[in-house]
């Protein structure tokens, strides 16, 4: 597991510079020259990505679920799960000694996924754990603890999710965003409203923790594709994204329109989702000349990120396709923080050295 504390940034942020001047694509402009100074106090956030290759994966040792396990071992009062598909024996344990020591534990999950061996578990100790039962996906991936912090990103709470796709998981310390996060749970959890059948009104749709901006995105009542396009169509230096899916029209149509006007584009997209889905932006983009490669992992690229002039970072659930837009129950954090887009980059150029033209 990699995991990166922005206050950890503050030692070696001019070194994470230099790897990623040395990284980027070939066809990349270099990174802006001037003095980046140190981040502010970021110890709100902490960033973890999976690592395939790390020699403990394939013993299901040292992922990201660890660092998850610990902060629900950590938790007093609540603990809040809404998650696509459940596996994880480390995750299963901490929520059970959670509820065995007086926490209230409670989980959403896609009914095709509520079956699993340890989602039985949990039901059969007593955590209530409620299915979508729609035909769209419960398709999100959030934790939140003691109505305090919540856990996002990319990753499904299973054996493959944490050890064997590419995969981040963030942590983000703060009331309010955690008060949208809860929010959203008590809309699946107690009002029963899934899919379209959902009202848009967060409490805090958009809001600055320690001096960065974060907007958080639900779907589909936000329509987060109206969200993507206004920043793609705002780039103005380059494009990178990471894509497990991406088959939406109007989100690769803009990429293209962008990089007509000489914006660096550059992208990894799954292998097996380009070779299965139909109506797949990969050859669009090939088309147009675009630095778009197919994934170097045997198992998934499962990523969801866009980052925009390597100071904006989308991440979550949210695959870039109708399903996502319209029908499926996601998530969506849209970070302004140059601090941590320089991270990002990183993993998406471990991600683009391991792919294939």
């Not at 998850?68 to 929520?95: C, G, K």
């Not at 963030?170 to 008060?179: G, H, L, T």
């Amino acid at each position: 597991m990699r995991n990166y504390s922005l206050v950890s940034i503050r030692s070696f942020f001019s070194i994470l510079l230099v790897v990623l001047a040395a990284c980027v694509p070939p066809t990349a402009p270099p990174p802006p020259t001037a003095t980046v100074p140190a981040p502010a106090s970021m110890d709100w956030i902490a960033i973890h990505f999976t690592d395939p290759y790390a020699p403990g994966a394939r013993d299901y040792e040292g992922g990201p679920d660890e660092a998850l396990a610990e902060a629900i071992d950590s938790a007093v009062l609540t603990v809040d799960v809404a998650v696509y598909s459940f596996n994880l024996w480390s995750i299963r344990n901490a929520l059970l000694r959670a509820y065995h020591r007086g926490v209230v534990v409670r989980m959403v999950i896609e009914s095709d996924n509520r079956n699993r061996d340890e989602v039985q578990a949990l039901i059969e100790a007593g955590i209530p754990v409620l299915g979508d039962r729609m035909e769209g996906l419960m398709h999100d991936k959030f934790v939140v603890i003691d109505r305090a912090e919540v856990w996002i990103g990319s990753m499904n709470f299973t054996t493959g999710g944490a050890y064997r796709d590419d995969n981040n998981l963030v942590r983000i310390r703060s009331i309010q965003m955690a008060e949208n996060y809860t929010h959203e749970f008590d809309e699946m959890f107690i009002g029963d409203h899934f899919g379209s059948d959902i009202v848009p009104d967060t409490p805090h749709p958009d809001l600055t923790i320690n001096g960065t901006r974060i907007q958080t995105l639900f779907s589909p009542d936000d329509g987060v594709a109206a969200y993507l396009l206004e920043l793609i169509h705002n780039a103005q230096e380059s494009i990178h994204f990471m894509a497990f899916s991406f088959t939406s029209d109007e989100l690769g149509e803009a990429i293209r329109e962008r990089a007509q006007t000489g914006i660096l584009v550059s992208g990894v997209m799954e292998a097996e989702q380009v070779r299965s889905n139909q109506g797949t932006e990969y050859d669009p983009f090939l088309q147009a000349g675009l630095d778009i490669r197919l994934d170097g992992n045997s198992d998934l690229m499962h990523h969801k990120v866009i980052i925009i002039d390597r100071s904006i970072v989308v991440t979550g659930s949210y695959n870039f396709s109708r399903n996502a837009e319209e029908n499926n129950d996601e998530n969506v954090v849209i970070i302004y923080s140059p601090e941590v887009a320089i991270i990002y980059l990183v993993e998406f150029q471990r991600v683009y050295e391991r792919s294939n033209e």
